[in-house]
């Protein structure tokens, strides 16, 4: 069975960087498939951030791009996201999943709140 | 403004059938894109419902099915229970964002 955790600091301050990982059990990133980033405001809708191949090649939102980065650690089964000079309308829960057929497998989340 | 739309909500009265339309473009659901589904119960991670426009992952209700034509999909679900109550999200790709993933701006299922 396949799980992903998410972890990070859960208050990060405007104009900083948030950091995110995500820790991948019972299947080899290096195998194959892409590795995704979403994020949901509170009360509102999904927003796909970007995705990740496991050779590094990646996909990002374009409303986005300019201040993402996610890269990928093989060795240690992760996969990781930066968004940088975040605002308040950053504050969400972020997830990480499998981007195969759908986003098949999902962390269960963890909330970030950007405030000073 | 979501790239795909659905309607804000829907409801139905247990043992009903709804559907959840998601409308797209030529430029995502229209240029032969997949469409897939998910269900997000309240305080909980969205989980795969329908993917490839049509297909049930194991342990998925056969309540649930999924279609697409044209530049929109549907989801439909039969004999509704009042656990599927719920947010429904449909998910697809767009050429314009070089083959990005977009997701419709969600369902809310009352359960009458």
């Known amino acids: 069975q396949v799980q992903l955790q998410e972890s990070g600091p859960g208050l990060v301050k405007p104009s900083e960087t948030l950091s995110l990982t995500c820790a991948v059990s019972g299947y080899s990133i290096s195998s194959g498939y892409y590795w995704g980033w979403i994020r949901q405001p509170p009360g509102k809708g999904l927003e796909w951030i970007g995705s990740?191949?496991?050779?590094?090649?990646?996909y990002y939102n374009p409303s986005l791009k300019s201040r993402v980065t996610i890269s990928v650690d093989t060795s240690k089964n992760q996969f990781s996201l930066k968004l940088s000079s975040v605002t308040a309308a950053d504050t969400a829960v972020y997830y990480c999943?499998?981007?195969?057929?759908?986003?098949?497998?999902w962390g269960q989340g963890t909330l970030v709140t950007v405030s000073s | 403004q979501s790239v795909l739309t659905q309607p804000p909500s829907v409801s139905g009265a247990p043992g009903q059938r709804v559907t959840i339309s998601c409308t797209g473009s030529?430029?995502?659901?229209?240029?032969?894109?997949?469409v897939h589904w998910y269900q997000q119960l309240p305080g909980t991670a969205p989980k795969l419902l329908i993917y490839?426009?049509?297909n049930r992952p194991s342990g998925v209700p056969d309540r649930f099915s999924g279609s697409k034509s044209g530049t929109s999909a549907s989801l439909a679900i039969t004999g509704l229970q009042a656990e599927d109550e719920a947010d429904y999200y449909c998910q697809s790709y767009d050429s314009s964002l070089s083959g990005g993933r977009v997701f419709g701006g969600g369902t809310k299922l009352t359960v009458l």
């Open positions: 030529s430029s995502n659901i229209g240029a032969g894109y997949d």
């Open positions: 490839g426009n049509s």
């Open positions: 999943a499998i981007d195969s057929s759908g986003f098949d497998y």
């Open positions: 990740i191949y496991h050779s590094g090649s990646t």
